[in-house]
């Protein structure tokens, strides 16, 4: 395994590997659990999990939906709009299951506070308006990720750091040096991976290094070395690899597999030049070798019972279903689902992790 004053190197193959990318012997079973229609909604921008609850931030201006763990439509709130208790375009939802609250970052106009019964708690005032995320890392610790610019020296934006909930500052990392800090490719400015008792992030695009946000110390943990023209889109993590999704504007989409215990990348050039037409519509992963159901690309992870999670559009059901005539290859949670359904989250179970 290579290391760099003890922090990990990931040394992407400049060439494709014979092996593929796979999740064999890390996901232990998967689950569906269809959100009901009762409130619609076509499309997830961000999901937060909690022990018992899911909350779905639908767009920018649909304000939270909230399920229990089985599907159940709950309630809805910070519906959008100006007044007290209004949202207006949320950047991304988190929640602190310690203290059952949600935070609800707005893009340039702060973060609101709600419990989990939906009452809503006020604003963050200690903060700025530019946060874009928020996570706790235990009861009196928060990782803040504001805007990506380095404003080292101004007290009125806030770049990554740590916090108490009254503000008070722990420790910063506002100041990014080029190759860490690169945002211009990136769909969104942060890339995150949840774990038990840290929030790794990375600038997106084309940064190299995975930093490790725990409740006192801001540390690199891993250097991505790569070519050039490869930019991150996102990653995730096992028990025993680091998974990377990548993007060339010359040759396409690459998935990357990297081993914990041997330092060994595998990088498969999944789909070629044809995914930067926009036309590409097919559901894109790792190969499912668990239910060889669809392709494995988690987005969220909730640590505390060792899932990951994805969320399947009516679209890609649909699909998947004319595709597979045969009802013994369907999940038994499609079979209701058609055009106008809310989408289905994809749960996947991790085997026990040892950390």
Not at 138 to 161: C, M, P, Q, R, W
Not at 334 to 352: G, W
Request: charged share 25%.
């Amino acid at each position: 395994m290579d290391t760099v004053d003890g922090v990990h190197q990931i040394n992407i193959p400049a060439q494709n590997s014979a092996e593929r990318v796979s999740l064999e012997g890390e996901i232990s079973h998967v689950e569906y659990i269809p959100l009901d229609n009762k409130e619609m909604f076509g499309f997830i921008v961000d999901l937060a999990v909690s022990k018992d609850y899911f909350f779905v931030h639908a767009s920018h201006m649909a304000g939270v939906f909230q399920y229990d763990r089985s599907g159940k439509f709950i309630r809805k709130f910070a519906l959008f709009g100006d007044a007290p208790g209004e949202s207006n375009y949320i950047s991304e939802i988190s929640v602190n299951e310690t203290e059952q609250k949600l935070y609800l970052p707005q893009l340039y106009k702060g973060t609101m506070v709600y419990s989990f019964d939906g009452e809503y708690l006020g604003y963050m005032d200690c903060f700025p308006p530019t946060i874009h995320y928020v996570h706790p890392l235990k009861e009196d610790v928060l990782a803040i990720f504001g805007e990506t610019n380095n404003y080292e020296n101004d007290s009125t934006h806030i770049g990554t750091g740590l916090y108490t909930p009254k503000g008070k500052l722990i420790v910063k990392k506002n100041k990014f040096s080029e190759s860490e800090y690169y945002v211009s490719n990136a769909a969104r400015p942060y890339l995150f991976n949840i774990k038990k008792d840290a929030v790794e992030m990375m600038t997106g695009g084309k940064s190299d290094t995975i930093f490790a946000y725990k409740s006192s110390s801001i540390t690199p943990r891993y250097v991505v070395n790569r070519r050039k023209e490869l930019a991150i889109r996102s990653f995730f993590d096992t028990p025993n690899y680091v998974y990377f999704d990548l993007l060339s504007q010359q040759s396409g989409l690459y998935y990357a597999q990297y081993s914990k215990k041997t330092g060994k990348v595998i990088l498969n050039n999944e789909i070629g030049v044809e995914f930067l037409s926009g036309n590409f519509s097919l559901k894109y992963g790792i190969e499912n070798t668990i239910d060889y159901v669809m392709p494995i690309w988690p987005k969220w992870q909730y640590p505390k019972e060792n899932i990951l999670l994805e969320a399947l559009s009516a679209a890609d059901i649909e699909q998947y279903k004319s595709e597979h005539p045969a009802t013994k290859d369907i999940p038994a949670a499609f079979m209701n689902v058609d055009e106008d359904s809310n989408p289905v989250l994809v749960v996947y179970h991790l085997v026990n992790m040892k950390k």
